[in-house]
């Protein structure tokens, strides 16, 4: 089995049906897209490791790592992956047990969340999304996820890498941003240098920090990898909004990510 985000099991099941059949014709291998068949429930939080492991009467899994494992006697496979940069862990199970899987967990005193809470979440943890932050225009080191990529290549994609324009050091980078006139930044908003300046880059996505409040951001800019400190203004015509920023990490909270491992 191979999970996907949220929304995008139909779009990835269209791209693997295309390598399966375009690129790796001589496989002898099928790929069928079963996503009506499994439920999933994400179980988040600093308490979430103990929750898990009554759940199942098992240890539960390290970080970034998967076992099989029973809730109320239903085979389940137990995910450890975390979106929120709390501890965190993923449920998938057979769809027609999902009311007793979900009043199982629920028993457990845990308290429902909506996407709403998880996306400000993200932002502050700086969580890329495929979308909004992944576009399909930044390679994995502007994104700051150079160290997964192999080097050596042998995957798909990995001749566009040496193409001479992937090495313009004015590409854009995923960046974080903080407000610092105490406004609110704009989602979707232009990234400048002054007001009316040439668009650098543009915000994402914003929001404010859970415990603190104030306004924060991810977004893709020219050069943000070596521009942090630097003062901008994120600008939305549109919404006749506009708010100084300073670039910053795009890790708001533990950077480290010292929270969701063991």
């Not at 324009?165 to 980078?173: E, I, N, S, V």
């Not at 400048?192 to 306004?215: D, F, P």
């Not at 300073?246 to 890790?251: C, E, I, K, L, M």
Request: with cysteine; net charge neutral.
């Amino acid at each position: 089995l191979l999970t996907s985000s949220t929304g995008g099991a139909s779009r990835m099941a269209t791209w693997l049906s295309y390598v399966r059949h375009h690129l790796c014709a001589d496989l002898k291998v099928s790929v069928v897209c079963v996503q009506e068949h499994y439920a999933a429930i994400a179980v988040a939080g600093p308490k979430s490791r103990g929750v898990m492991a009554k759940l199942t009467g098992e240890e539960a899994p390290r970080h970034m790592s998967v076992v099989e494992a029973r809730i109320a006697g239903i085979p389940a496979w137990v995910m450890a992956a975390s979106f929120s940069g709390e501890r965190a862990f993923e449920v998938h199970f057979d769809a027609a047990h999902a009311d007793a899987v979900w009043n199982a967990i629920e028993a457990m005193g845990c308290t429902p969340y909506g996407l709403e809470a998880m996306e400000l979440l993200r932002i502050e943890k700086g969580h890329m999304v495929v979308g909004p932050d992944i576009d399909g225009r930044l390679t994995a080191d502007e994104l700051g996820l150079g160290k997964m990529v192999n080097k050596a290549g042998g995957w798909i994609g990995a001749a566009a890498l040496h193409r001479p324009d992937f090495a313009d050091p004015l590409r854009k980078h995923f960046v974080g941003l903080e407000a610092i006139d105490g406004g609110s930044i704009p989602e979707g908003s232009m990234l400048v240098r002054w007001i009316g300046g040439e668009a650098e880059g543009h915000v994402t996505g914003s929001g404010l920090r859970v415990l603190e409040g104030s306004s924060i951001a991810i977004g893709h800019l020219k050069g943000g990898h070596k521009r942090h400190d630097e003062e901008l203004f994120a600008c939305s015509p549109t919404r006749k909004q506009k708010a100084k920023v300073r670039v910053t990490s795009p890790h708001f909270y533990d950077p480290a990510g010292e929270r969701y491992r063991d």
